[in-house]
Protein backbone atom coordinates (compact mmCIF):
# COMPACT_ATOMS: atom_id res chain seq x y z
CA UNK A 1 0.00 0.00 0.00
CA UNK A 2 3.36 1.94 1.16
CA UNK A 3 4.67 1.97 -2.32
CA UNK A 4 1.62 2.01 -4.42
CA UNK A 5 0.72 5.85 -2.47
CA UNK A 6 4.52 6.78 -3.17
CA UNK A 7 4.13 6.23 -6.62
CA UNK A 8 1.10 8.09 -7.05
CA UNK A 9 2.83 10.85 -5.51
CA UNK A 10 5.78 11.06 -7.51
CA UNK A 11 3.32 10.92 -10.29
CA UNK A 12 1.32 14.19 -8.59
CA UNK A 13 4.85 15.86 -8.00
CA UNK A 14 5.90 15.14 -12.01
CA UNK A 15 2.17 16.90 -13.33
CA UNK A 16 3.00 19.53 -10.71
CA UNK A 17 6.39 20.45 -11.91
CA UNK A 18 5.32 20.37 -15.43
CA UNK A 19 3.05 23.31 -14.72
CA UNK A 20 2.15 25.81 -12.93
CA UNK A 21 0.07 25.44 -9.53
CA UNK A 22 -2.96 27.24 -11.07
CA UNK A 23 -3.29 25.38 -14.43
CA UNK A 24 -2.74 22.12 -12.54
CA UNK A 25 -5.27 22.88 -10.24
CA UNK A 26 -7.77 24.17 -13.06
CA UNK A 27 -6.84 21.38 -15.60
CA UNK A 28 -7.97 19.18 -12.83
CA UNK A 29 -11.23 20.91 -11.88
CA UNK A 30 -12.18 21.05 -15.71
CA UNK A 31 -11.66 17.08 -16.16
CA UNK A 32 -14.29 16.35 -13.44
CA UNK A 33 -16.73 19.14 -14.75
CA UNK A 34 -16.20 16.85 -17.97
CA UNK A 35 -17.07 13.76 -16.46
CA UNK A 36 -20.45 15.57 -14.69
CA UNK A 37 -21.12 17.11 -17.71
CA UNK A 38 -20.65 13.38 -19.87
CA UNK A 39 -22.79 12.28 -17.11
CA UNK A 40 -25.45 14.37 -16.78
CA UNK A 41 -25.89 14.29 -21.22
CA UNK A 42 -26.19 10.49 -20.90
CA UNK A 43 -28.86 10.62 -17.98
CA UNK A 44 -30.54 13.31 -20.53
CA UNK A 45 -30.40 11.24 -23.52
CA UNK A 46 -32.16 8.58 -21.38
CA UNK A 47 -34.52 10.14 -19.89
CA UNK A 48 -35.83 12.10 -22.82
CA UNK A 49 -35.98 8.97 -25.27
CA UNK A 50 -38.68 6.24 -25.78
CA UNK A 51 -37.95 2.66 -25.50
CA UNK A 52 -38.03 0.93 -29.02
CA UNK A 53 -39.47 -2.60 -28.69
CA UNK A 54 -37.92 -4.17 -31.50
CA UNK A 55 -34.38 -3.00 -30.99
CA UNK A 56 -31.06 -4.73 -29.21
CA UNK A 57 -27.90 -3.37 -28.11
CA UNK A 58 -25.23 -6.07 -28.11
CA UNK A 59 -21.56 -5.34 -26.28
CA UNK A 60 -18.41 -7.11 -25.59
CA UNK A 61 -15.60 -6.15 -23.44
CA UNK A 62 -12.99 -5.70 -25.90
CA UNK A 63 -15.55 -3.70 -28.22
CA UNK A 64 -15.24 -6.63 -31.01
CA UNK A 65 -17.49 -8.96 -32.77
CA UNK A 66 -16.29 -12.09 -30.58
CA UNK A 67 -17.66 -14.10 -27.77
CA UNK A 68 -20.98 -14.97 -26.68
CA UNK A 69 -22.93 -11.53 -28.05
CA UNK A 70 -21.57 -12.83 -31.36
CA UNK A 71 -22.85 -16.11 -31.68
CA UNK A 72 -26.10 -14.85 -29.79
CA UNK A 73 -26.13 -12.22 -33.07
CA UNK A 74 -25.45 -15.08 -35.40
CA UNK A 75 -28.58 -17.19 -34.32
CA UNK A 76 -30.67 -14.06 -34.34
CA UNK A 77 -29.64 -13.23 -37.73
CA UNK A 78 -30.10 -16.86 -38.85
CA UNK A 79 -33.90 -17.08 -37.54
CA UNK A 80 -34.28 -13.73 -39.31
CA UNK A 81 -36.86 -11.90 -37.19
CA UNK A 82 -36.04 -8.55 -37.95
CA UNK A 83 -34.69 -7.01 -35.18
CA UNK A 84 -33.04 -3.89 -35.18
CA UNK A 85 -29.80 -5.06 -33.90
CA UNK A 86 -26.95 -2.75 -32.88
CA UNK A 87 -23.17 -3.69 -31.98
CA UNK A 88 -21.08 -1.32 -30.01
CA UNK A 89 -17.26 -1.60 -31.49
CA UNK A 90 -14.21 0.42 -31.77
CA UNK A 91 -13.80 3.19 -34.18
CA UNK A 92 -11.80 1.84 -36.54
CA UNK A 93 -14.50 -1.41 -36.80
CA UNK A 94 -17.28 1.18 -37.36
CA UNK A 95 -15.45 2.82 -40.13
CA UNK A 96 -14.04 0.07 -41.93
CA UNK A 97 -15.90 0.02 -45.46
CA UNK A 98 -17.56 -2.94 -46.07
CA UNK A 99 -18.05 -3.50 -42.32
CA UNK A 100 -16.75 -6.32 -41.17
CA UNK A 101 -20.12 -7.43 -39.13
CA UNK A 102 -22.37 -9.31 -41.02
CA UNK A 103 -25.56 -7.80 -42.73
CA UNK A 104 -28.34 -6.90 -40.63
CA UNK A 105 -26.24 -5.71 -37.98
CA UNK A 106 -25.61 -1.62 -37.49
CA UNK A 107 -22.53 -0.65 -35.46
CA UNK A 108 -21.76 2.31 -33.21
CA UNK A 109 -18.72 3.78 -31.75
CA UNK A 110 -18.10 3.03 -28.42
CA UNK A 111 -18.36 6.02 -26.13
CA UNK A 112 -20.24 8.14 -28.95
CA UNK A 113 -23.36 9.69 -28.56
CA UNK A 114 -24.73 7.35 -30.75
CA UNK A 115 -23.70 4.74 -28.42
CA UNK A 116 -25.32 5.98 -25.06
CA UNK A 117 -28.51 6.78 -27.78
CA UNK A 118 -28.98 3.32 -28.64
CA UNK A 119 -28.56 1.79 -25.29
CA UNK A 120 -31.04 4.64 -23.95
CA UNK A 121 -33.49 2.96 -26.28
CA UNK A 122 -32.91 -0.54 -26.81
CA UNK A 123 -35.35 -2.64 -25.02
CA UNK A 124 -32.61 -5.37 -24.41
CA UNK A 125 -29.04 -5.41 -23.88
CA UNK A 126 -26.75 -8.34 -24.73
CA UNK A 127 -23.17 -7.77 -22.41
CA UNK A 128 -20.33 -10.30 -21.99
CA UNK A 129 -18.46 -8.25 -18.95
CA UNK A 130 -19.27 -5.31 -17.39
CA UNK A 131 -19.70 -2.85 -20.84
CA UNK A 132 -23.43 -1.48 -20.12
CA UNK A 133 -23.11 -0.85 -16.74
CA UNK A 134 -19.75 1.42 -17.27
CA UNK A 135 -21.79 2.99 -20.25
CA UNK A 136 -23.32 5.25 -17.49
CA UNK A 137 -26.37 5.15 -19.33
CA UNK A 138 -29.72 5.09 -16.97
CA UNK A 139 -31.58 1.44 -17.25
CA UNK A 140 -35.23 2.08 -17.71
CA UNK A 141 -38.50 0.23 -16.71
CA UNK A 142 -39.12 -2.23 -19.80
CA UNK A 143 -35.54 -2.78 -20.28
CA UNK A 144 -33.57 -5.90 -19.90
CA UNK A 145 -29.67 -6.79 -19.57
CA UNK A 146 -28.32 -10.17 -20.30
CA UNK A 147 -25.01 -10.72 -19.48
CA UNK A 148 -23.57 -14.03 -20.69
CA UNK A 149 -19.76 -13.33 -19.25
CA UNK A 150 -16.64 -14.23 -20.77
CA UNK A 151 -15.53 -16.88 -18.47
CA UNK A 152 -16.62 -20.52 -17.83
CA UNK A 153 -15.31 -23.01 -15.10
CA UNK A 154 -13.02 -21.01 -13.31
CA UNK A 155 -9.92 -20.49 -12.58
CA UNK A 156 -9.20 -17.44 -11.35
CA UNK A 157 -11.54 -15.89 -9.12
CA UNK A 158 -13.68 -12.62 -10.19
CA UNK A 159 -13.59 -11.11 -6.68
CA UNK A 160 -9.33 -10.81 -7.26
CA UNK A 161 -9.52 -7.85 -9.81
CA UNK A 162 -8.16 -4.80 -7.63
CA UNK A 163 -9.49 -2.11 -10.20
CA UNK A 164 -11.37 0.13 -8.90
CA UNK A 165 -13.96 0.79 -11.35
CA UNK A 166 -14.34 -2.58 -12.44
CA UNK A 167 -15.46 -3.32 -9.23
CA UNK A 168 -17.86 -0.36 -9.26
CA UNK A 169 -19.24 -1.89 -12.72
CA UNK A 170 -19.68 -5.13 -10.73
CA UNK A 171 -21.90 -3.40 -8.32
CA UNK A 172 -23.97 -1.63 -10.68
CA UNK A 173 -24.20 -4.94 -12.65
CA UNK A 174 -25.46 -6.64 -9.74
CA UNK A 175 -28.13 -4.38 -9.03
CA UNK A 176 -29.35 -3.89 -12.85
CA UNK A 177 -28.82 -7.52 -14.18
CA UNK A 178 -32.08 -9.31 -15.38
CA UNK A 179 -30.53 -12.67 -16.47
CA UNK A 180 -27.08 -14.32 -16.47
CA UNK A 181 -26.74 -16.68 -18.67
CA UNK A 182 -24.61 -20.06 -16.70
CA UNK A 183 -23.08 -23.23 -18.71
CA UNK A 184 -22.89 -25.16 -15.08
CA UNK A 185 -23.77 -25.57 -11.67
CA UNK A 186 -20.30 -24.24 -10.35
CA UNK A 187 -20.82 -21.13 -12.23
CA UNK A 188 -24.02 -20.18 -10.77
CA UNK A 189 -22.67 -20.65 -7.60
CA UNK A 190 -20.05 -18.30 -8.72
CA UNK A 191 -22.28 -15.54 -9.83
CA UNK A 192 -24.89 -16.16 -6.36
CA UNK A 193 -21.73 -15.92 -4.17
CA UNK A 194 -19.99 -12.53 -5.78
CA UNK A 195 -21.78 -9.84 -7.71
CA UNK A 196 -25.31 -11.34 -8.74
CA UNK A 197 -26.55 -12.87 -5.63
CA UNK A 198 -29.91 -11.07 -6.14
CA UNK A 199 -32.96 -13.55 -6.06
CA UNK A 200 -34.61 -11.25 -8.99
CA UNK A 201 -31.54 -11.56 -11.22
CA UNK A 202 -32.53 -15.19 -13.02
CA UNK A 203 -29.36 -17.72 -13.68
CA UNK A 204 -30.13 -19.49 -16.63
CA UNK A 205 -27.61 -22.55 -17.01
CA UNK A 206 -27.90 -22.70 -20.72
CA UNK A 207 -24.38 -23.01 -21.63
CA UNK A 208 -22.20 -20.31 -23.75
CA UNK A 209 -23.50 -19.57 -26.93
CA UNK A 210 -19.48 -18.99 -27.90
CA UNK A 211 -18.84 -22.46 -27.39
CA UNK A 212 -21.48 -24.17 -29.36
CA UNK A 213 -18.96 -24.39 -32.30
CA UNK A 214 -16.77 -26.53 -30.50
CA UNK A 215 -19.64 -28.99 -31.01
CA UNK A 216 -19.54 -29.07 -34.48
CA UNK A 217 -18.78 -32.17 -37.10
CA UNK A 218 -15.82 -33.13 -38.79
CA UNK A 219 -16.78 -31.18 -41.87
CA UNK A 220 -17.71 -27.93 -40.73
CA UNK A 221 -14.12 -28.39 -38.74
CA UNK A 222 -12.21 -28.98 -41.71
CA UNK A 223 -13.86 -25.58 -43.40
CA UNK A 224 -12.46 -23.40 -40.30
CA UNK A 225 -9.07 -25.18 -40.44
CA UNK A 226 -8.92 -23.93 -44.02
CA UNK A 227 -9.89 -20.71 -43.07
CA UNK A 228 -7.43 -20.43 -40.27
CA UNK A 229 -4.67 -21.63 -41.78
CA UNK A 230 -5.09 -19.85 -45.43
CA UNK A 231 -5.08 -16.41 -42.84
CA UNK A 232 -1.61 -17.40 -41.74
CA UNK A 233 -0.62 -18.74 -45.40
CA UNK A 234 0.06 -22.32 -43.90
CA UNK A 235 -0.61 -25.63 -45.14
CA UNK A 236 -3.51 -26.89 -43.98
CA UNK A 237 -1.96 -30.27 -42.48
CA UNK A 238 -0.25 -27.79 -39.69
CA UNK A 239 -1.01 -29.23 -36.52
CA UNK A 240 -1.44 -25.93 -34.15
CA UNK A 241 -0.65 -25.31 -30.70
CA UNK A 242 -2.65 -22.10 -29.52
CA UNK A 243 -0.77 -20.20 -26.45
CA UNK A 244 -2.97 -17.70 -24.93
CA UNK A 245 -1.76 -16.72 -21.01
CA UNK A 246 -3.73 -14.10 -19.17
CA UNK A 247 -2.34 -10.93 -17.75
CA UNK A 248 -1.00 -10.12 -14.11
CA UNK A 249 -2.39 -7.76 -11.68
CA UNK A 250 0.96 -5.98 -12.04
CA UNK A 251 1.13 -6.17 -15.97
CA UNK A 252 4.36 -7.78 -15.29
CA UNK A 253 5.67 -9.63 -18.16
CA UNK A 254 8.59 -11.83 -16.82
CA UNK A 255 6.52 -14.61 -16.30
CA UNK A 256 4.91 -15.09 -20.36
CA UNK A 257 8.83 -17.06 -20.93
CA UNK A 258 7.24 -20.21 -22.45
CA UNK A 259 10.26 -22.03 -24.81
CA UNK A 260 8.13 -22.18 -28.03
CA UNK A 261 11.08 -24.39 -29.72
CA UNK A 262 11.04 -26.60 -26.84
CA UNK A 263 7.33 -27.13 -26.85
CA UNK A 264 7.11 -27.06 -30.57
CA UNK A 265 10.18 -30.39 -30.70
CA UNK A 266 7.99 -31.57 -27.78
CA UNK A 267 4.89 -31.74 -29.93
CA UNK A 268 6.48 -33.36 -32.60
CA UNK A 269 8.33 -36.12 -31.36
CA UNK A 270 5.19 -37.34 -29.03
CA UNK A 271 2.68 -36.68 -31.82
CA UNK A 272 4.17 -36.84 -35.17
CA UNK A 273 3.69 -34.04 -38.09
CA UNK A 274 4.22 -30.44 -38.25
CA UNK A 275 3.89 -27.84 -35.87
CA UNK A 276 3.26 -24.36 -35.65
CA UNK A 277 2.39 -22.16 -32.63
CA UNK A 278 -0.33 -19.29 -32.49
CA UNK A 279 0.88 -16.79 -29.21
CA UNK A 280 -2.82 -15.28 -28.45
CA UNK A 281 -2.12 -12.32 -25.53
CA UNK A 282 -4.51 -10.86 -23.15
CA UNK A 283 -5.51 -7.66 -24.49
CA UNK A 284 -4.01 -5.46 -21.65
CA UNK A 285 -0.40 -6.55 -22.60
CA UNK A 286 -0.40 -7.77 -25.91
CA UNK A 287 0.96 -4.86 -27.81
CA UNK A 288 4.64 -5.61 -25.23
CA UNK A 289 4.49 -9.26 -25.61
CA UNK A 290 3.71 -9.13 -29.26
CA UNK A 291 7.27 -7.70 -30.73
CA UNK A 292 8.49 -11.39 -28.86
CA UNK A 293 7.82 -13.38 -31.50
CA UNK A 294 11.03 -14.53 -32.80
CA UNK A 295 11.05 -17.15 -35.99
CA UNK A 296 8.19 -18.01 -38.39
CA UNK A 297 7.06 -20.85 -36.81
CA UNK A 298 5.16 -18.70 -34.34
CA UNK A 299 2.08 -17.20 -35.78
CA UNK A 300 0.21 -13.70 -34.26
CA UNK A 301 -2.63 -15.59 -32.39
CA UNK A 302 -4.27 -11.90 -32.31
CA UNK A 303 -4.27 -10.94 -35.61
CA UNK A 304 -6.81 -13.56 -35.76
CA UNK A 305 -11.01 -11.94 -34.93
CA UNK A 306 -12.01 -14.95 -33.20
CA UNK A 307 -10.43 -17.32 -30.68
CA UNK A 308 -13.39 -20.01 -30.48
CA UNK A 309 -12.69 -20.52 -34.26
CA UNK A 310 -8.69 -21.16 -33.28
CA UNK A 311 -9.84 -23.31 -30.07
CA UNK A 312 -11.99 -25.77 -32.63
CA UNK A 313 -9.46 -26.44 -34.75
CA UNK A 314 -5.67 -25.99 -32.47
CA UNK A 315 -4.57 -29.64 -31.71
CA UNK A 316 -3.14 -28.40 -28.48
CA UNK A 317 -4.20 -25.80 -25.83
CA UNK A 318 -1.72 -24.19 -22.87
CA UNK A 319 -2.64 -21.47 -20.69
CA UNK A 320 -2.04 -19.97 -16.78
CA UNK A 321 -4.55 -19.44 -15.42
CA UNK A 322 -7.39 -18.08 -18.48
CA UNK A 323 -10.37 -19.56 -18.46
CA UNK A 324 -10.40 -20.11 -22.31
CA UNK A 325 -8.81 -23.13 -21.09
CA UNK A 326 -12.33 -24.29 -19.79
CA UNK A 327 -14.03 -23.84 -23.03
CA UNK A 328 -11.43 -25.62 -24.90
CA UNK A 329 -11.73 -28.41 -22.79
CA UNK A 330 -15.53 -29.42 -24.79
CA UNK A 331 -13.51 -30.11 -27.75
CA UNK A 332 -11.33 -32.78 -28.96
CA UNK A 333 -7.55 -30.75 -28.55
CA UNK A 334 -5.05 -31.74 -25.34
CA UNK A 335 -5.14 -29.15 -22.86
CA UNK A 336 -2.07 -28.02 -20.95
CA UNK A 337 -1.03 -25.51 -18.16
CA UNK A 338 2.04 -23.97 -17.73
CA UNK A 339 2.15 -21.44 -15.21
CA UNK A 340 5.86 -20.13 -13.48
CA UNK A 341 4.34 -18.02 -11.19
CA UNK A 342 1.38 -20.75 -9.70
CA UNK A 343 1.92 -19.89 -5.97
CA UNK A 344 2.49 -16.25 -6.76
CA UNK A 345 -0.70 -15.65 -8.48
CA UNK A 346 -3.23 -17.74 -6.31
CA UNK A 347 -1.64 -15.90 -3.34
CA UNK A 348 -2.82 -12.80 -5.00
CA UNK A 349 -5.93 -12.99 -7.09
CA UNK A 350 -6.96 -17.11 -5.94
CA UNK A 351 -8.18 -19.61 -7.58
CA UNK A 352 -11.99 -21.38 -7.21
CA UNK A 353 -10.20 -24.87 -6.67
CA UNK A 354 -6.69 -26.22 -6.98
CA UNK A 355 -5.28 -26.47 -10.16
CA UNK A 356 -4.89 -30.30 -9.49
CA UNK A 357 -8.54 -30.70 -10.06
CA UNK A 358 -8.22 -29.98 -14.09
CA UNK A 359 -7.51 -32.95 -16.36
CA UNK A 360 -4.96 -30.06 -17.87
CA UNK A 361 -0.86 -31.67 -17.02
CA UNK A 362 0.77 -28.56 -14.89
CA UNK A 363 4.06 -26.64 -15.16
CA UNK A 364 5.55 -24.76 -13.58
CA UNK A 365 8.94 -24.80 -15.46
CA UNK A 366 9.73 -25.60 -19.33
CA UNK A 367 11.24 -29.06 -18.22
CA UNK A 368 8.19 -29.68 -17.30
CA UNK A 369 6.06 -28.99 -19.87
CA UNK A 370 8.07 -30.52 -22.32
CA UNK A 371 8.04 -33.73 -20.10
CA UNK A 372 4.21 -33.42 -19.90
CA UNK A 373 3.79 -33.08 -23.77
CA UNK A 374 6.28 -36.11 -24.34
CA UNK A 375 4.33 -38.29 -21.60
CA UNK A 376 0.88 -37.46 -22.40
CA UNK A 377 -1.86 -39.95 -21.78
CA UNK A 378 -5.15 -39.33 -24.23
CA UNK A 379 -6.73 -42.00 -22.02
CA UNK A 380 -5.96 -40.19 -18.77
CA UNK A 381 -6.67 -36.79 -20.40
CA UNK A 382 -9.86 -38.17 -21.50
CA UNK A 383 -11.08 -40.20 -17.99
CA UNK A 384 -10.10 -36.85 -16.24
CA UNK A 385 -12.09 -34.61 -18.51
CA UNK A 386 -15.42 -36.08 -18.57
CA UNK A 387 -15.24 -36.38 -14.38
CA UNK A 388 -14.45 -33.07 -14.27
CA UNK A 389 -17.01 -31.56 -16.71
CA UNK A 390 -19.27 -33.99 -14.49
CA UNK A 391 -18.00 -32.50 -11.09
CA UNK A 392 -19.03 -29.15 -12.15
CA UNK A 393 -21.95 -29.94 -13.44
CA UNK A 394 -21.24 -28.83 -16.88
CA UNK A 395 -24.63 -28.32 -19.38
CA UNK A 396 -23.20 -27.79 -22.83
CA UNK A 397 -24.33 -29.79 -25.42
CA UNK A 398 -23.78 -27.07 -28.46
CA UNK A 399 -27.57 -25.86 -28.43
CA UNK A 400 -26.84 -22.33 -26.22
CA UNK A 401 -27.21 -19.79 -28.67
CA UNK A 402 -30.91 -21.24 -29.68
CA UNK A 403 -31.82 -21.14 -25.66
CA UNK A 404 -30.86 -17.09 -25.40
CA UNK A 405 -32.10 -16.23 -28.97
CA UNK A 406 -35.16 -17.92 -27.29
CA UNK A 407 -35.26 -16.24 -24.44
CA UNK A 408 -34.38 -12.79 -26.49
CA UNK A 409 -37.53 -13.82 -28.38
CA UNK A 410 -40.10 -14.08 -25.69
CA UNK A 411 -38.48 -11.17 -24.08
CA UNK A 412 -39.23 -9.34 -27.35
CA UNK A 413 -42.89 -10.82 -27.63
CA UNK A 414 -43.84 -10.03 -24.28
CA UNK A 415 -44.37 -6.40 -24.24
Not at 115 to 131: G, K, M, P, Q, S
Not at 155 to 168: A, E, F, N, S, Y
Not at 383 to 410: P, Q, T
Amino acid sequence: MGSNYGGKLEKLERQMAEKSFFEFVFGHFIGKLDELAALASRTVISLKSRVDKNKIVFMHYDNRYQCNPKYICNELLRQNKGYDIVFVVRPEIADEFPSPLPKGVRTVKINSLEHFYELATARIWVDNALCCPLSFVLKKRGQVLINTWHGSLGLKKITGVPDPKWRLGAKIAGKTTDYMISNSAFETQVYRSTYWGDPKIKVLEYGHPRSDILFCGEEKKRRLKRKVCRHYGIPEDTSLILYAPTFRNDMSLRYYDLDHAAVLAAAKERFGGEWKILDRYHIKVADKLKKRRPDPDILDGNSYEDIQELMAVCDIGITDYSSWICDYILGSGAGFIYAPDLSKYDKERGFYYPLEETPFPIAENNRDMVKNILTFSKEQYAEKRSSFLEKRGCREDGRAARRVAALINRIMENN
